[in-house]
């Protein structure tokens, strides 16, 4: 499966952007989706995830009430809505697929990965 992010860009403290996932392919419904982030000199970590049935979701403390995944499996396509950002929410944003659906926490269940876009809030 390939995977296409888009959406990121330069927003305010306080402002909402809505970053998107376009997946190839016709077993998207089957994979847990994830996003994730990395700061400058940070490693990459998980922001949110969810199941192959956009059911069972999971946010990281960080995003928790901020964000929302979500998924349209009729589209291909997972969603992060991230609203009241923070400077510190800065990072390049990736998505990726986990073959087994859970869309597990952990990185190593995630084996595509798309590019990464580029997100800034500034102060």
């Known amino acids: 499966v390939q995977l296409q992010a888009s959406g990121g860009g330069l927003v305010q403290a306080g402002g909402s952007l809505r970053l998107s996932c376009a997946a190839s392919?016709?077993?998207?419904?089957?994979?847990?989706m994830g996003w994730f982030r990395q700061a400058p000199g940070k490693e990459r970590g998980i922001v949110a995830a969810i199941n192959r049935s956009g059911v069972r979701k999971y946010y990281a403390d960080s995003v928790k009430g901020r964000f929302t995944i979500s998924r349209d499996n009729a589209k291909n396509t997972v969603y992060l809505q991230m609203n009241s950002l923070k400077p510190e929410d800065t990072a390049d944003y990736y998505c990726?697929?986990?073959?087994?659906?859970?869309?597990?926490?952990?990185?190593?269940?995630?084996?595509?990965w798309g590019q990464g876009t580029q997100v800034t809030v500034s102060s």
């Open positions: 392919g016709r077993t998207f419904s089957t994979y847990g």
């Open positions: 990726a697929a986990d073959p087994r659906g859970g869309g597990s926490y952990s990185f190593s269940q995630y084996i595509y």
